[in-house]
Antibody
Framework: EVQLVQSGAEVKKPGESLKISCKGSGYSFPSYWIAWVRQMPGKGLEWMGIIYPGDSDTRYSPSFQGQVTISADKSISTAYLQWSSLKASDSAMYYC?????????????WGQGTLVTVSS | QSVLTQPPSVSGAPGQRVTISCTGSSSNIGAGYDVHWYQQLPGTAPKLLIYGNSNRPSGVPDRFSGSKSGTSVSLAITGLQAEDEADYYCQSYDSSLSGPVVFGGGTKLTVL
């Protein structure tokens, strides 16, 4: 069974760093693109970027380029989303999502989401 | 402002038919890139509803259908049920600087 299991909720202060994770199982993790999607409270889905764990090829949405870092460790089937200095506006639910084949294709599996709260 | 434009809300009574539009441009839908639809029930992760403009994954009822015309696509839901009340999002590839993958702003479906 394919599963994407994300790390737990986080509460952080502005200026702190954070790295959340998404562990894939039940399939060949290096062979599928993993995307990150943001959903701010009461708002819609925003595609942030994507990584191919097999070779760490990474693409970012222009809105998120330079704001976050996406990485992956194929040896432990885990993708990451990282901030170096959080802002209150980073408070949101973050989903990881699998694109089979290429990012032209739809997401077929989603993680359960990681809620990030940034507050002083 | 989303690259793909959806109506913020639609509503219908049980048993009725509703449609949700998703309008793009020559850098996404108009360029021939496929559109996919997701349903997000309250408090849950999105779920794939339609892929490749008009295809249903296994397990999705045939009450849900998708179509495409020019730079727009539509999601139709027939025989509306209370359990269909959710947010619906379209998604496509975009070849402009907005891409590579973009979502519509989402549509809240209310079953009256």
């Amino acid at each position: 069974e394919v599963q994407l299991v994300q790390s737990g909720a986080e509460v952080k202060k502005p200026g702190e760093s954070l790295k959340i994770s998404c562990k894939g199982s039940g399939y060949s993790f290096p062979s599928y693109w993993i995307a990150w999607v943001r959903q701010m409270p009461g708002k819609g889905l925003e595609w942030m970027g994507i990584i191919y764990p097999g070779d760490s090829d990474t693409r970012y949405s222009p809105s998120f380029q330079g704001q976050v870092t996406i990485s992956a460790d194929k040896s432990i089937s885990t993708a990451y989303l990282q901030w170096s200095s959080l802002k209150a506006s980073d408070s949101a639910m973050y989903y990881c999502a699998r694109h089979p084949g290429s990012y032209y294709n739809p997401v077929d599996y989603w993680g359960q989401g990681t809620l990030v709260t940034v507050s002083s | 402002q989303s690259v793909l434009t959806q109506p913020p809300s639609v509503s219908g009574a049980p048993g009725q038919r509703v449609t949700i539009s998703c309008t793009g441009s020559s850098s996404n839908i108009g360029a021939g890139y496929d559109v996919h639809w997701y349903q997000q029930l309250p408090g849950t992760a999105p779920k794939l509803l339609i892929y490749g403009n008009s295809n249903r994954p296994s397990g999705v009822p045939d009450r849900f259908s998708g179509s495409k015309s020019g730079t727009s696509v539509s999601l139709a839901i027939t025989g509306l049920q209370a359990e269909d009340e959710a947010d619906y999002y379209c998604q496509s590839y975009d070849s402009s600087l907005s891409g590579p993958v973009v979502f519509g702003g989402g549509t809240k479906l209310t079953v009256l």
